[in-house]
């Protein structure tokens, strides 16, 4: 009916849009977040929410598996789109709007009688059991119960946090056992990076590693534009929505080529917002505590170690520095690791006013935005993903989510075979090879 | 001066409702449209209603094992709930219902949407939306004392629960020039009530939406629509409430009516950008501990104020 069609189109003129991240596909998630943002599409927070599911990066291990439940629960009309790389932005660009188009299509023509009802379990209890007598609805069972923290005898859920999530690092899943809004036993599963996609924020640095010469202007506004996306994911969660927009144009401007001196004052003033913030301070502190002695038992380095108040930067110590001092911040919570990414991200677009200083290529490891990054070590994002099990185990669902999204793993640089093979709770899910 | 008004005069509410929620959520795209970088258009004002027909075309979802009539009363609930509150709001001098018990009519009935938010975290058999529904049964302890010990510091200095009265009792002087702290208050209990803003925590990202993370169709226009009216609903009833109602110099009453929703509507719109999402297990005491103790000393300099004063 051409009057359908037209009210459709009114209708579905801006179509939500559900990202589904796969590891290795940072650069592309970058370009389709900024496109969704200057169309003014809006980001589902769930799949009922979303007309357009957005595939970036591989789906490897059982992240295929997941990705098709969060398709099969997207209500009609629908589209999928794939964000293969390598993409440029205009490619990127005409993927999302032939999606769009797919979109309109269908609403067109789907007839209100036959609207597509899906079937979802969002809860399920205990193990399941074939046994009829267990009290079974509709195939699922009873929840089991089992003591909390308080000796109390609870119901147990088990309901996964990820892998297609909002403000969430791309291919993780943490397997939680739930207790009223409690974690009480969290596994952490990694989807690998498939072979050839690149780590996008450790660029800069694995090139230095390897034998180039970078520019420390170009490697300082790297690091900067990789706080500023961390950065925006935990403002997603916490803070004003607001400073997560400011935050997520700034990273644009910074990946886009803009100079560092002319970001710089809006991130000044970004930081500036975050500390002042009375309310955020309230919310945040005392939140997911770190203590040094914690962080460098499991190996962590980086922004999350200088949060927690230890002086460790590998560019103290780095010529090509010459008069360095490392942000640091106390107390090792959530606020804290905030307000690290903000002040870092500020002192990196100040180092970055000088064009001509050059970071030789050197052996050994280097401070890359995520920690201290060496070629023949694994990657600090695995060290953050080994603590993610202690860190939010007993903590209650915000609490996770923050603490998640204040670590915030770099998935991309997480190759195969490299997570630490002796933790139960930490896995990789299959291998790249095989899907 | 307050009085009931014509039998149209539902009719009349339903449709300032309707444009008031409307245009709050015109306010709140362009706010985000200016944020974002885009550029403003006055076809913003549409968006809202462009969004409506969009949640009309998709799909209704079901999920295993819910609990269907009470998940769909829930939605149901959430929006019917603001507009029967509103019934007591006097535009312009004329209630639909000017009850002689309005203030209690209001409080009581913002209450229900508790029943509704939590239906829609608990009927869809969901997990991540039941954690949600009981974050808002947590707000809800929150704001409720607070919220209903501000509005009776209103009714204290009136010396009567009915609406019309409130306004006739502010001739001189406004409540909110001399209970400030009453009406921050109900501000706060306004934005909790509608899950609005710093207080979104039942249908926040961290959760994938909350208790609308299983949602679509009909049923999330209800219980957004319900959101923005419950929003509407608030802003209007402070007006008679505390901001003196139709009283005003050179226009005409309504039209004073309809600016002074308009702009506490845009204060509790715009708080949404601008502050952080406010979680339960740190404010909940603060609300207790803090914002009761504010109003009940509020309470005591009115009721000073009142025995200190002879009567008009």
């Known amino acids: 009916m051409d009057l359908r069609a037209q009210l459709s189109a009114v209708a579905f003129r801006r179509p939500h849009v559900l990202l589904a991240q796969c590891p290795g596909g940072t650069g592309q998630r970058l370009h389709v977040e900024r496109a969704l943002r200057e169309w003014g599409w809006p980001v589902a927070g769930s799949p009922a929410d979303a007309d357009l599911l957005v595939i970036t990066g591989e789906p490897t291990g059982r992240l295929a598996g997941d990705i098709t439940r969060a398709w099969d629960a997207l209500p009609a009309p629908r589209a999928r789109v794939n964000v293969a790389w390598p993409a440029g932005a205009d490619e990127i660009r005409a993927v999302l709007r032939a999606g769009h188009k797919s979109v309109l299509q269908e609403a067109a023509e789907t007839r209100s009688g036959a609207r597509r009802n899906s079937h979802e379990t969002t809860k399920r209890g205990g193990a399941a059991h074939e046994d009829m007598d267990m009290g079974e609805v509709d195939g699922l069972s009873m929840a089991d119960r089992a003591d909390d923290r308080d000796g109390l005898s609870l119901d147990v859920l088990h309901a996964p946090l990820g892998p297609v999530l909002p403000a969430w690092p791309a291919g993780l899943r943490l397997d939680v056992t739930w207790q009223g809004d409690v974690a009480q036993h969290v596994k952490t599963v990694v989807a690998p990076v498939a072979d050839g996609l690149p780590a996008f924020w450790d660029d800069p640095w694995l090139r230095c590693l390897q034998g180039e010469c970078v520019q420390v202007a170009a490697v300082e506004r790297h690091r900067a534009a990789a706080h500023l996306d961390s950065l925006t994911r935990l403002l997603a969660l916490t803070g004003p929505p607001g400073l997560a927009v400011s935050a997520a144009l700034a990273r644009d401007r910074l990946l886009a080529g803009e100079p560092a001196a002319e970001v710089e004052p809006t991130v000044h003033r970004l930081a500036g917002r975050l500390r002042r913030s009375r309310l955020l301070r309230l919310m945040t502190s005392g939140l997911g505590v770190l203590t040094p002695g914690q962080l460098a038992a499991a190996g962590v380095t980086g922004p999350a170690l200088r949060a927690s108040g230890a002086r460790h930067d590998l560019r103290m110590a780095d010529p090509a520095y010459p008069v360095f001092e490392p942000v640091v911040q106390q107390h090792g919570d959530v606020l804290a690791r905030l307000l690290q990414w903000a002040d870092e991200a500020a002192a990196s677009l100040r180092l970055a006013r000088d064009e001509s200083a050059v970071l030789p290529p050197r052996v050994g490891a280097v401070e890359s935005p995520r920690g201290q990054l060496s070629l023949d070590e694994a990657a600090p994002s695995v060290r953050l993903v080994d603590l993610l099990t202690g860190a939010t185990t007993g903590a209650e669902a915000a609490a996770v989510r923050l603490v998640v999204a204040s670590l915030d793993p770099d998935t991309d640089s997480i190759r195969d075979g490299v997570i630490n093979p002796t933790d139960p709770d930490v896995e990789l899910s299959g291998s790249h090879r095989g899907r | ?312």
């Not at chain 2, 505390?242 to 715009?270: E, I, N, Q, R, Y």
């Open chain 2, 1 to 312: 001066m307050v009085g009931n008004g014509p039998s149209w005069s539902l009719l009349v509410l339903l449709a300032a409702l309707a444009v008031l929620a409307v245009a709050a959520s015109a306010l709140d795209r362009a706010l985000a449209d200016q944020a974002a970088g885009r550029t403003v258009s006055r076809a913003v004002v549409l968006d809202p209603l462009v969004a409506g027909l969009r949640l009309l075309f998709v799909a209704r979802r079901s999920t295993r094992t819910s609990d269907g009539l009470l998940w769909r009363l829930g939605a149901g609930t959430v929006l019917t709930v603001p507009v029967l509150a509103a019934v007591v709001v006097p535009l312009g001098g004329r209630a639909v219902a000017d009850l002689s018990i309005g203030v209690v009519w209001y409080t009581a009935l913002v209450a229900l949407l508790w029943v509704g938010v939590f239906l829609v975290g608990w009927g869809g058999n969901s997990a991540y939306a039941l954690v949600a529904g009981y974050r808002f049964v947590a707000q809800a302890l929150a704001y409720e004392m607070p919220l209903a010990l501000s509005v009776i510091t209103a009714a204290t200095a009136a010396h009567s629960l009915r609406v019309g009265a409130l306004v006739q009792a502010q001739q001189h002087l406004w409540f909110v020039v001399w209970m400030p702290a009453a009406f921050v208050v109900y501000l706060i209990g306004a934005l909790a009530l509608s899950f609005w803003g710093p207080f979104a925590t039942p249908v926040a990202p961290d959760l994938a939406g909350g208790v609308l993370v299983d949602v679509s169709g009909v049923d999330r226009l209800l219980v957004r629509a319900g959101q923005y009216v419950a929003l509407v609903s608030a802003a209007a009833f402070a007006v008679p409430v505390f901001l003196g109602g139709d009283l005003g110099p050179v226009l005409p009453p309504w039209l004073w009516s309809l600016l002074k929703t308009v702009a506490v509507l845009a204060v509790l719109v715009t708080a949404r950008s601008r502050l952080p999402l406010v979680r339960m297990d740190r404010f909940e005491e603060l609300a207790w501990v803090v914002l009761i103790p504010l109003v009940l000393v509020q309470l005591l300099v009115v009721c000073i104020v009142i025995l200190a004063t002879p009567l008009a």
